[in-house]
Every structure is written in structure tokens, then in C-alpha cells.
């Protein structure tokens, strides 16, 4: 395709929001923490090397007796507050650091002796939780 030679009507995503095939008998609940496996499916958040954080999973969904990819999982980016580990605490000093999966609702400092996949970037931290950017 060439260079433009009039007005382009191009279409725009806001980035903030994607739908993926879930995984294989997988169940996601509104407000978990997402993370995409290697084939590109999603599944909850857990501990796992192979998985990378995507963001906030927006309505249930019920893949446990399913094919990957018989349902899809609307995961929404941003920053959400999820709870911080008890045994591998983050603290105010991991703001901008990587934090790690350990389930569906919390995240920990470390990979855990590389057990843990990366669920995103700690942006705060409050008593009561750690708020994770999803990019």
C-alpha cells in the first residue's frame, strides 16, 4: 500500500479494554486478576511461570467444562488495588517495580524462586493493598 494521497477515515480502540479465549476449564470471576498463558488464552490469575498479567477479568465467566476459546473473557487495563502477600510483602519501596501472581486476588514482591509469572507494575501501596498497573 502507498502513501496517502487524501484523508484516511481511521479507526480507533481506546486500549483500554480486550477480549480473550478462555483456557480450558478455566472459571474467571468479575474483579479477578487476569493473566494471558502461552497459547494467548486467558486464565486467573496463579502461580505459574508461563502466564503474563493482562488486567481486571469484567464479568463471570464459566469455562470449566469448555474447549479453549468456547467463551470469551473481557479483561479490562488500568490500575486496580489487589492484596498483598503475606510472606512476600510489597512495600512503598517497589513502586515502578514488577510485582508477581500469586493467585486471582494477590500479588507478591518476588517471583518466588522463579515459580511466579509477572502480573504487572506496583503503582501504590495502602494497607489494605497493593495497586497494580496492567499496560
Excluded at 477515515?9 to 481506546?14: G, I, L, M, Q, Y
Excluded at 473473557?73 to 510472606?87: C, L, M, T
Amino acid at each position: 500500500m502507498g502513501a496517502l494521497t487524501r484523508d484516511r477515515a481511521t479507526v480507533e480502540r481506546s486500549g483500554n479494554t480486550i477480549t480473550l479465549p478462555a483456557a480450558a476449564g478455566k472459571k474467571f470471576f468479575a474483579g479477578a486478576l487476569a493473566a494471558r498463558d502461552a497459547s494467548g488464552n486467558a486464565t486467573p490469575g496463579a502461580t505459574a511461570t508461563n502466564l503474563r498479567g493482562v488486567g481486571r477479568v469484567e464479568a463471570y465467566v464459566d469455562n470449566s467444562n469448555g474447549v479453549a476459546g468456547s467463551e470469551g473473557v473481557d479483561i479490562r487495563k488500568g490500575i486496580f488495588k489487589y492484596a498483598n502477600s503475606a510472606d512476600d510483602t510489597i512495600t512503598a519501596a517497589d513502586i515502578d517495580n514488577d510485582c508477581y501472581m500469586v493467585d486471582d486476588q494477590t500479588v507478591a514482591k518476588t517471583s518466588g524462586t522463579n515459580t511466579r509469572s509477572v502480573a504487572g507494575t506496583v503503582f501504590d501501596v495502602e494497607a489494605d493493598g497493593v495497586w497494580v498497573r496492567f499496560n
